[in-house]
C-alpha cells in the first residue's frame, strides 16, 4: 500500500490499532462524543472524506477500515468464513474503540460497514449508543428477496460469494475496470463524478492488491453463510436493536429496490426513522451535505 496518498482527513490522527491477532487503520480527529464510521465496498474510510471534517466539529470522528479493507490487515481465509462474518469485524472494532478510550459510542456504517453496524448494535449493545445504517437492508432481508429483477441489480453478491478463488482471481485480472465499473453503476448518474480524483487515488491504490481483493470476496462469502445464519438466529430469538436506529437510502440507491426500506428496518427496530436522500449508493459523497445533516440531526440529539 502506497504511503504517499493524498491526505484527505487534514488535522485527523492516522492510527493503527493492534486488536488480538489483526491490525485495524483508522483517521481520528475532533472533540465530542465518539462516533464510529465505517464504510462499504469496494471503498475504504476515505468514502467519509467529505463530511467527516464537518463531523468532527461537534463529534471525536474515528473513520475505520474493515478488515482486509484498505490499509487494515487482511484475516485469513477460511472454509466457514468466520475471520469476515460480521460478529467478528464487530467485536474487532469494539474492541479497537475501547483500546481508543471509548467505552461507548455512536455507530454509522454505509453497505458492508452497516451489517457491521447493525451486528454490533444486536450483539454489543452496552456499546452503542445510536446507531445510522446508509442504504442497506438486513442481510437475510436481501436473501429473501433475491428473485431475477433483485438478483440482477446486485448479482455482485452472487457472484462475490462464489469459492475462492474463482471471483478473486477473475476481479484480480483486471481489478481498475472492475471497480471503476461497481462504482460507476451504482450512483445515480452511472458516472464517477461524485468521487473526487484524490479519493480514486485511495480506491485505486488498495483494490490493486490481490489479497484485499480475495479479502473483499470472503466479505461477500461470509453474507452468503455465517451472516445470514446469524441473522435468522437473531430473528428466531426475537432479539432487535435496543438503541435509536436512523435508516438512510438514496432515493435512486439499491435499498431503493424495495418496499419501504424504513419498513424493512422496524422489524428489527421497531422504533426506527429515517428517509431518502436524493443520491444513488454512495449517500457521503454523492448527497453529502444531506447527509451531514442527518447525521447531525440525529446523533447530535
Given at each position: 500500500m502506497r504511503n504517499n496518498l493524498p491526505d484527505l482527513f487534514p488535522g485527523f490522527d492516522s492510527l493503527t490499532v493492534e486488536v488480538e491477532d489483526e491490525w485495524l487503520f483508522c483517521r481520528t480527529g475532533g472533540s465530542g462524543p465518539p462516533l464510529l464510521l465505517l464504510h462499504g465496498?469496494?471503498?475504504?474510510?476515505?468514502?467519509?472524506?467529505?463530511?467527516?471534517?464537518?463531523?468532527?466539529?461537534?463529534?471525536?470522528?474515528?473513520?475505520?477500515?474493515l478488515p482486509g479493507y484498505g490499509q487494515s490487515s487482511v484475516p485469513p481465509l477460511s472454509d466457514d468464513h468466520a475471520a469476515y462474518s460480521k460478529r467478528s469485524m464487530a467485536t474487532a472494532l469494539a474492541e479497537m474503540m475501547r483500546i481508543l478510550g471509548?467505552?461507548?459510542?455512536?455507530?454509522?456504517?454505509?453497505?458492508?460497514?452497516?451489517?457491521?453496524?447493525?451486528?454490533m448494535a444486536l450483539d454489543h449493545p452496552g456499546l452503542v449508543q445510536r446507531i445510522a445504517v446508509l442504504d442497506i437492508l438486513p442481510t437475510s432481508a436481501y436473501w429473501d428477496?433475491?428473485?431475477?429483477?433483485?438478483?440482477?441489480k446486485i448479482y455482485h453478491w452472487m457472484f462475490l460469494a462464489?469459492?475462492?478463488?474463482?471471483?478473486?482471481?477473475?476481479?484480480?485480472?483486471?481489478p481498475i475496470p472492475f471497480l471503476e465499473h461497481t462504482l460507476r453503476s451504482w450512483t445515480a448518474g452511472k458516472d464517477l463524478t461524485c468521487f473526487t480524483s484524490d479519493a480514486m487515488t485511495h480506491n485505486r491504490a488498495w483494490f490493486c492488491d490481490p489479497d484485499r481483493i480475495a479479502a473483499?470476496?470472503?466479505d461477500y462469502r461470509a453474507g452468503a453463510h455465517i451472516d445470514d445464519a446469524h441473522d435468522r438466529m437473531s430473528l428466531d430469538l426475537g432479539h432487535q436493536i435496543e438503541v435509536p436506529t436512523l435508516v438512510l437510502w438514496?432515493?435512486?440507491?439499491?435499498?431503493?429496490?424495495?418496499e419501504s426500506p424504513l419498513d424493512v428496518w422496524r422489524t428489527w427496530s421497531p422504533d426506527a426513522e429515517g428517509l431518502a436522500l436524493p443520491s444513488g449508493h454512495f449517500l457521503p459523497e454523492e448527497a453529502p451535505e444531506e447527509t451531514f445533516e442527518a447525521l447531525y440531526r440525529f446523533f447530535g440529539n
Open positions: 465496498y469496494p471503498q475504504s474510510h476515505v468514502c467519509w472524506h467529505k463530511i467527516a471534517p464537518r463531523l468532527a466539529e461537534h463529534f471525536t470522528v474515528v473513520a475505520a477500515d471509548h467505552e461507548r459510542f455512536l455507530l454509522a456504517g454505509h453497505d458492508r460497514g452497516g451489517r457491521v453496524a447493525y451486528r428477496r433475491m428473485d431475477r429483477q433483485f438478483g440482477l462464489q469459492p475462492a478463488p474463482f471471483p478473486d482471481k477473475m476481479i484480480a485480472a483486471s473483499t470476496c470472503e438514496g432515493d435512486k440507491g439499491i435499498a431503493n429496490s424495495v
